[in-house]
């Protein structure tokens, strides 16, 4: 089983847990989030009862209090490794794929994200409502997002750099997950994430805020 690495220790303290000192007291805690995110992925978080998650951790409820005070706050660490582990996946994408196609493979691993993982997102919609510092690793996430397509777009050579605007590249990623989140939370139509269009579109929309221009 995948534990977080050390540099998540002040993330989960800053969501309200506290350090784990020990070993095996560590093991214990990163053991209960990774059940608890595999759990959200499927189903609402409203409706996991803390006695679930320790009977599938094989420990008792006064272990999971031991390192958790609240439900809120284990799921609170629960944003954080999701938020981990979906970083390295979406850099890789925008570092290692050709230029051209970049947009294209972001746009489509998001739409698998966020359409297989809804359940999740909602209920990371709502958590945030209580405590909006709890979605600060996604924004840091997009932010760090951003900041590789930049390097990307500047050793572009087929880049026309006077073209370069990095607030409007930087709002594209804000454009990319606005839809993304609202798609999720609120369904708006005229297009969902089983409509092959959605990431066409919105990829054309994340394009034309970039306003980049390519030499012939």
């Known amino acids: ?14 969501a309200g847990v506290p350090r784990a000192l020990q070993s095996r007291s560590r093991l214990l805690r990163d053991t209960l989030i990774r059940i608890s995110l595999d759990i959200a992925r499927r189903r609402s978080f409203d409706d996991v009862g803390i006695v679930e998650i320790c009977g599938q951790a094989g420990c008792s409820t006064g272990a999971f209090y031991a390192r958790f005070p609240d439900k809120l706050t284990l799921f ?44 999740f997102f909602r209920s990371a919609f709502r958590v945030s409502l209580v405590d909006p510092e709890a979605w600060e690793p996604f924004r840091r996430n997009a932010r760090n997002l951003a900041s590789v397509y930049l390097e990307r777009v500047r050793a572009e050579p087929g880049v026309v750099a006077e073209s370069i ?27 969902t994430f089983a409509d092959p269009a959605f990431p066409r579109l919105l990829g054309i929309a994340m394009r034309e805020t970039m306003g980049l221009q390519l030499r012939a």
Do not use: C, H, W
């Open 1 to 14: 089983m995948n534990t977080p690495s050390d540099d998540l220790d002040e993330d989960f303290e800053r």
């Open 76 to 119: 609170k660490a629960v944003m954080v490794m999701a938020a981990a582990e979906s970083r390295p996946l979406l850099e890789t994408i925008v570092r290692e794929t050709p230029f051209p196609d970049i947009l294209d493979r972001l746009l489509a691993e998001q739409v698998r994200r966020f359409d297989g993982q809804d359940a």
């Open 165 to 191: 605007d990095e607030g409007r590249i930087r709002f594209a990623f804000q454009v990319m997950y606005g839809v993304l989140n609202n798609t999720v939370s609120n369904q708006p139509g005229p297009y």
